[in-house]
């Protein structure tokens, strides 16, 4: 099955500062990409997304890159500010298919991002 | 849109009793929902895929008699933990794949269970 990995698992970053957090997958499968903020005693809520047929997707502050001959894809958040601290987690999943056999996610492990105001 | 609502988001049981968990897709239809415990400081992990109107479908090491899933209909999915145990208490959250939104995910709010 498929196996994500997340670094790293804490991140501290000063107020305005730019954050970045790391994924790899192992299905070459997968095809889609979503990241996750957790705050505590919450459902995950998702920042922002992307298929694999695109490289780069960008919203406000916030952009995914995605390489997959490598196998990886990052989150990158700019102009950090207090309210970015939570748990980030990515993800993959592989292909829906019509009629069932629609897969869950694998989530990375986590990255407790810690913005120092 | 394509909001999952998931009841009770807290509750204590004792020990040996069984506790339910329900999740609603409130403005579409959910064919399949994905189960997932998640223990503090730790990820989410899939613990069983319900389908509508079929058995659910378990991961690996998951107990499906302990766990009872059931998708009567296109809107609800309950996961009922039976004769619970402390080392069940952890935080469960549903999920559903909105097929209008290709290949998304929407989340319930989660469960934090404590058994004591």
């Known amino acids: 099955g498929e196996n994500v990995e997340q670094h790293p698992s804490t991140l501290s970053v000063q107020e305005g500062d730019s954050a970045v957090i790391k994924c790899t997958y192992s299905d070459s499968a997968s095809n889609y990409f979503p990241w996750y903020k957790q705050e505590l005693g919450k459902g995950p809520q998702l920042i922002i997304d992307?298929?694999?047929?695109?490289g780069e997707k960008k919203d406000q502050r916030i952009a995914v890159t995605l390489n997959k001959t490598a196998k990886h894809f990052s989150l990158h958040i700019t102009e950090t500010q207090p309210e970015d601290s939570a748990v980030y987690f990515c993800?993959?999943?592989?292909?829906?298919?019509?009629?069932?056999?629609?897969?869950?996610?694998?989530f990375g492990k986590g990255t407790h991002l810690i913005i120092q105001p | 849109g394509a909001v999952v609502s998931q009841h009770p988001s807290r509750v204590i049981c004792k020990s040996g009793t069984s506790v339910k968990i329900e999740c609603r897709s409130l403005?579409?239809?959910?064919?399949?929902m994905f189960w997932y415990r998640q223990f503090p400081k730790q990820s989410l992990m899939l613990m069983a895929t319900s389908n509508e109107g079929s058995k659910a479908t378990y991961e690996q090491g998951v107990e499906k008699d302990k766990f009872l899933i059931n998708h009567a209909s296109l809107t609800l999915s309950t996961l009922t933990v039976t004769s619970a145990h402390p080392e069940d208490s952890s935080f469960y959250i549903c999920s559903a794949r909105v097929l209008d939104r290709l290949d998304g995910y929407t989340f319930g709010s989660g469960t934090r269970l404590t058994v004591v």
């Open positions: 993800a993959a999943s592989l292909p829906s298919y019509s009629g069932g056999g629609a897969d869950g996610l694998t």
């Open positions: 992307i298929r694999s047929n695109v």
């Open positions: 403005d579409f239809q959910a064919t399949t």
